[in-house]
């Protein structure tokens, strides 16, 4: 059976290709209507969808868009983004998705090195910030904005509806838009990604539609999506990743329109619980935060809870344990523990489903950072199993998968072939509508067929990323650093790679054609990959010790009392780390204990939250060697974030920036009073 994506080999070929078949359903949703925010959900369908995009792309043409003009999408989450993106890709131009909490600095740079033609920007404070910066940037001549603009000040604006209305009327431009989209081949470049720019200012990645396609077919190649496929089941999912970054790009819109799914767009990142319990997707990608945040909260719950209700939690929490190491490891279930397993999903694991609203989750996909073990297990128990990859803006996302596929071939018989089925019956079917698949004895039973002929032929390994995907080949340098080659992957031909930086582009790659990563990894005898830092970001102390920062970072943000941490110690004597407390949790703490405050910085000057963090540091300290322990730590009154510098729009630490802003507190934890201090 040959499927759309398989089919087309370009995004643009793939869109219209959908479109065709869904027609009138529903491929987006949102509060948005006719370009503004509003109080209901509005649903646009594959046609409408496609009609705008091509009079959209019609109208662009007619204000002097050619082939291969850059074009930056500078906007939030919202369907007329992926009209926007598409519109450019058919009209044969190269479209630049730039990050909406760009500063003016950044929006500059990026529209000047891609010599942007136009800019589509999203709501009228992104249009002001435009029109401040555009004298800075000659190459720009015109500004579409997505949503309504009352009084246009500037002749070189055009609104969204007013330039989708000239393309309609021009059947020229229309038909010079088919004509553009239907000769676009795989080498055609698909998008100029930035990077989110750590080290210094961001670099254009140049992405083919061939990259496109591959990245495609590596994620829909797994069981569970090919089943779907095959079963015309169409899912929902909840799209709140920015779209500007490769990875909410290929996972909540490339794949999406692979599988025909429904898109519900998220208002805002700042409401995702809210629109979870709203939404109740069937799949959902995130960074690791959104994951640990249910866990947090989960475990807060729990500790209200008393009598026979902590005894149940304790004891379903106990039971999921226990069961999601047999089903990690790939092995079935000893019967009595699957009987167990059945009544806590019944007795407790639905209602936190429903709390938090996965109670219809079918995928979950992370990436971005390392999921924590604890988080990985947490889930399997709840019958969600999360998907993790690794990859990068210049791999088009992943390069390693830890998403479920068969250590070897199903056997070719009926009892496989029919518990395949059964999979999809309960995990895909029922528990996408709501439906726990233990709430029915046949549920129940094709389970337990489930976990005896299929589960033992998956293997997932918490804490690391996979292996490497289909095509893709993953080796470990000298020096540790991760080397891969796929196709995927951009590459150093004649207009490709770094953006007009052919001496960078030729830099990260190997005499031999492998990408360098950056990342320091290694690889298990099983082939899984583990990735375990960067290699820039690692700490070389002045006793000569390298040491990996992210581990230990990881483990002090796993307490409940710590939101962020960031750790430091190269070329001094000993490690020390910079922690932002989880105010919600000790505000709490403090007034159960009666410690008087006015102000965070307050409260984490008082000796009783001092020492309470020293507890918790010492109880991260136990699982590291000795030298990479962490000897001292500062409180911070006010959190890592990108609207103050020190994150990036992907919420990647700026070492840098962060080492420079809290020098004066970071020096003082290397003197010798001040053993364990805060911040003011």
């Not at 662009?60 to 993106?85: Q, T, Y």
């Not at 070897?408 to 029922?430: F, G, N, Q, S």
């Not at 796929?486 to 960078?504: E, H, L, R, V, W």
Request: positive net charge; glycine residues 8%; proline residues 5%.
């Amino acid at each position: 059976m040959t499927f759309a994506y398989q089919q087309a080999n370009t995004q643009s070929g793939l869109f219209f290709r959908q479109a065709e078949i869904f027609g009138d359903d529903v491929f987006m949703r949102a509060k948005f209507k006719d370009g503004l925010p509003c109080d209901e959900q509005t649903d646009i369908s594959w046609r409408k969808a496609a009609e705008d995009v091509r009079c959209l792309g019609a109208g662009l043409i007619m204000k002097g868009i050619e082939k291969n003009d850059r074009i930056g999408i500078f906007s939030h989450n919202r369907p007329r983004w992926v009209i926007a993106d598409q519109a450019i890709q058919g009209a044969g131009a190269i479209g630049v998705p730039i990050y909406p909490t760009s500063t003016d600095r950044q929006l500059v740079f990026i529209l000047n090195d891609c010599e942007a033609k136009a800019l589509i920007t999203g709501d009228k404070s992104l249009l002001e910030q435009a029109l401040r910066i555009i004298p800075e940037v000659p190459c720009l001549e015109f500004i579409v904005c997505l949503s309504p603009v009352t009084d246009i000040l500037d002749s070189r604006i055009i609104e969204f509806d007013a330039l989708v209305k000239k393309g309609a009327d021009s059947p020229s431009d229309i038909k010079q838009f088919t004509d553009r989209r239907n000769q676009l081949t795989g080498s055609d470049t698909g998008s100029i990604i930035y990077t989110s720019g750590t080290t210094g200012n961001p670099k254009g990645v140049v992405l083919s539609q061939a990259n496109f396609k591959a990245q495609t077919d590596i994620l829909i190649n797994t069981p569970l999506p090919q089943k779907l496929l095959e079963r015309n089941i169409r899912l929902e999912s909840l799209c709140f990743l920015p779209l500007c970054h490769v990875m909410g790009r290929t996972a909540d819109y490339h794949l999406q329109l692979a599988l025909g799914t429904t898109i519900n767009f998220a208002e805002d990142m700042k409401t995702i619980q809210k629109d979870l319990l709203k939404v109740r997707p069937n799949i959902l990608f995130s960074v690791p935060r959104l994951y640990e945040k249910v866990y947090e909260g989960v475990n807060l719950h729990a500790q209200k809870l008393t009598g026979s209700d902590k005894k149940w939690f304790d004891w379903a929490m106990k039971t999921g344990d226990a069961a999601s190491d047999y089903m990690i490891a790939g092995e079935p279930l000893p019967p009595a523990l699957g009987i167990k397993f059945a009544l806590a999903n019944l007795l407790v694991y639905d209602r936190i489903r429903k709390m938090v609203g996965f109670d219809r989750l079918v995928v979950a996909g992370s990436g971005g950072a390392a999921l924590p073990r604890e988080i990985t297990k947490f889930f399997r128990s709840m019958n969600i199993t999360i998907t993790e990859g690794y990859g990068l803006t210049e791999t088009t996302s992943a390069i390693a998968s830890n998403a479920p596929v068969f250590t070897e071939p199903l056997p070719d018989k009926w009892i496989y072939r029919k518990a395949m089925d059964w999979l999809v019956d309960t995990m895909v079917v029922m528990q996408g509508s709501g439906k726990s698949p233990f709430s029915t004895f046949k549920g129940a039973l094709k389970m337990m067929v489930v976990s005896k002929k299929i589960s033992p032929r998956f293997i997932i390994k918490p804490g690391f990323v996979g292996r490497p995907c289909k095509d893709t080949e993953i080796r470990i340098a000298e020096d540790g650093e991760v080397l891969a080659k796929g196709p995927q992957i951009f590459n150093s031909g004649s207009g490709k790679g770094y953006f007009k930086q052919p001496a960078k582009t030729e830099e990260v790659f190997t005499e031999d054609g492998f990408f360098r990563t950056g990342d320091i990894g290694e690889i298990d005898a099983d082939g899984f990959l583990k990735i375990t830092d960067r290699k820039k970001e690692l700490i070389v102390t002045s006793g000569g010790k390298n040491i990996a920062p992210h581990p230990i970072e990881m483990a002090l943000n796993l307490n409940m009392s710590i939101d962020q941490a960031c750790v430091i110690g190269d070329g001094r004597n000993y490690i020390t780390a910079l922690i932002v407390p989880n105010f919600e949790f000790i505000e709490k703490m403090a007034q159960k204990k009666g410690i008087s405050f006015n102000t965070k910085a307050d409260l984490i000057r008082a000796p009783e939250i001092i020492q309470f963090f020293d507890d918790q540091v010492a109880k991260a300290n136990r699982n590291l060697a000795r030298y990479e322990q962490i000897k001292k730590f500062r409180l911070l009154p006010l959190p890592f974030s990108e609207e103050t510098g020190e994150l990036t729009p992907t919420q990647k630490m700026k070492r840098r920036i962060i080492f420079e802003k809290y020098k004066p507190e970071i020096d003082s934890l290397y003197q010798k009073a001040d053993p364990r201090s805060v911040s003011n």
